[in-house]
T-cell receptor, first 115, second 114 residues
Framework: GEDVEQSLFLSVREGDSSVINCTYT??????LYWYKQEPGAGLQLLTY?????DMKQDQRLTVLLNKKDKHLSLRIADTQTGDSAIYFC???????????????FGSGTRLSIRP | ETGVTQSPTHLIKTRGQQVTLRCSSQ?????VSWYQQALGQGPQFIFQ???????GRGNFPPRFSGLQFPNYSSELNVNALELDDSALYLC?????????????FGPGTRLTVT
């Protein structure tokens, strides 16, 4: 099946690290993504990881992938007030022998920052 | 390089009416996907167009239909609007030449059905 699950809310203190977790079900996923959505805005791709990688680091962002458990996490170091947003975990599914692809999104984790 | 654009930004329609939403792909992209994002939810895949044909579809009824034009721009049409169709509709463009399958999203059209 195709399902992506993530917790709905996360609250962290400014300056701390935020860790957002996600589980997915489709083992054929090739790429996994983290998107950020601010109020009233569209989706911004933060980072992605190829399914044969374990970890990817990009400045303050660290993505960890446990393919065996189908678990993906996003760590934001030194969380700032500008990081307040909804974060979506997503997997890319592509039909074999086809150019067709789609992205399956989780319901999003609302990250709030407290002073 | 221009990004993905969508029009209109907001729209209010009455139940039973029909609506057309438009999307212009990012330059060089040949594939367009449409997503519906209801309030408080993640985006749900509606369908994808490639070479002017539907190239994959999610769990949406036939009253959701689309078109892709030779310049790769696209339309999403919804007939017989229902209250539950109220949502943010996102268009994403991508290229079959890119190995990451990355989809670039537009800002969305917010549709309200009353």
């Amino acid at each position: 099946g195709e399902d992506v699950e993530q917790s709905l809310f996360l609250s962290v203190r400014e300056g701390d690290s935020s860790v957002i977790n996600c589980t997915y079900t489709d083992s054929s996923s090739t790429y996994l993504y983290w998107y950020k959505q601010e109020p009233g805005a569209g989706l911004q791709l933060l980072t992605y990881i190829f399914s044969n990688m374990d970890m990817k680091q990009d400045q303050r962002l660290t993505v960890l992938l446990n393919k065996k458990d189908k678990h993906l996490s996003l760590r934001i170091a030194d969380t700032q007030t500008g990081d307040s947003a909804i974060y979506f975990c997503a997997e890319s599914i592509r039909k074999r022998y086809s150019s067709a692809s789609k992205i399956i999104f989780g319901s999003g984790t609302r990250l709030s920052i407290r002073p | 390089e221009t990004g993905v654009t969508q029009s209109p930004t907001h729209l209010i329609k009455t139940r039973g009416q029909q609506v057309t939403l438009r999307c212009s792909s990012q330059s060089g992209h040949n594939t367009v996907s449409w997503y519906q994002q209801a309030l408080g939810q993640g985006p749900q895949f509606i369908f994808q167009y490639y070479r002017e044909e539907e190239n994959g579809r999610g769990n949406f009824p036939p009253r959701f239909s689309g078109l892709q034009f030779p310049n790769y721009s696209s339309e999403l049409n919804v007939n017989a609007l229902e209250l539950d169709d109220s949502a943010l509709y996102l268009c994403a463009s991508s290229s079959t030449e890119e190995y990451t399958y990355e989809q670039y999203f537009g800002p969305g059209t917010r549709l309200t059905v009353t």
